[in-house]
């Protein structure tokens, strides 16, 4: 059967999002298509408005819609630690667990030389630039426990163990090669109150 144009362009670009199968961007598209116009166009604007408005927090590299993200701008956080994920999204499930107060850093990403990802495409300059500033007693490296996240903890322990009293990882309550996103919030609990000092030998 040949679709629409627009139709088969809508499939097509919903195909394109993490998780979104073929089959999913289908059954969207044709939701979309049928539903009341007024879905569509409130969803459409939610997209632009996303777009236009939220960029990387210039301190964290978390998601903002000024320069500070509202984690960073909440001065009620803990300053003595920084907790180190791989995506922004990372940050708002480890929030959900309400087990941490204190502070956060986004890479961007996880060192990966089969995709050509370096320390350099990393957000790791704003990193060091926080830690040098001193008042920084621990770094809690949460990157996925995944063969990618664990190379990027030992990068990081590496470079900032003469910097920071205190490396750790959290703890295996974490399953391995699993994703931070997926991890319910007492996974996540028994994760960071366990974790441990984490040396890169």
Avoid: W
Avoid at 79 to 101: C, D, P, Q, W
């Amino acid at each position: 059967m040949k679709l629409p144009a627009s139709l088969h362009r809508l499939i097509e670009e919903l195909a394109k999002l993490p998780t979104i199968g073929r089959k999913s961007a289908k059954r969207l598209a044709f939701h979309l298509a049928t539903a009341p116009k007024a879905d569509p166009n409130a969803l459409a604007q939610a997209l632009l408005a996303a777009a236009m408005e939220l960029r990387p927090c210039t301190q964290c590299g978390g998601i903002a819609s000024g320069e500070l993200c509202p984690l960073c701008n909440d001065k009620s956080r803990l300053e003595g630690s920084i907790l180190v994920v791989e995506e922004a999204r990372n940050v708002f499930t480890v929030e959900e667990s309400g087990i941490y107060k204190g502070q956060y850093h986004v890479l961007g990403g996880a060192i990966s030389p089969m995709k050509g990802i370096g320390p350099s495409q990393l957000n790791l300059k704003s990193l060091e630039a926080r830690i040098d500033q001193g008042g920084i007693e621990e770094l809690i490296l949460a990157t996925n426990p995944t063969l990618e996240g664990e190379a990027t903890a030992h990068y990081l322990t590496d470079l900032f163990q003469s910097k920071v009293a205190r490396i750790t990882r959290i703890a295996r309550g974490m399953p391995t090669g699993g994703d931070l996103e997926y991890a319910d919030p007492g996974t996540l609990t028994r994760a960071i109150e366990g974790r441990t000092r984490f040396n890169s030998a």
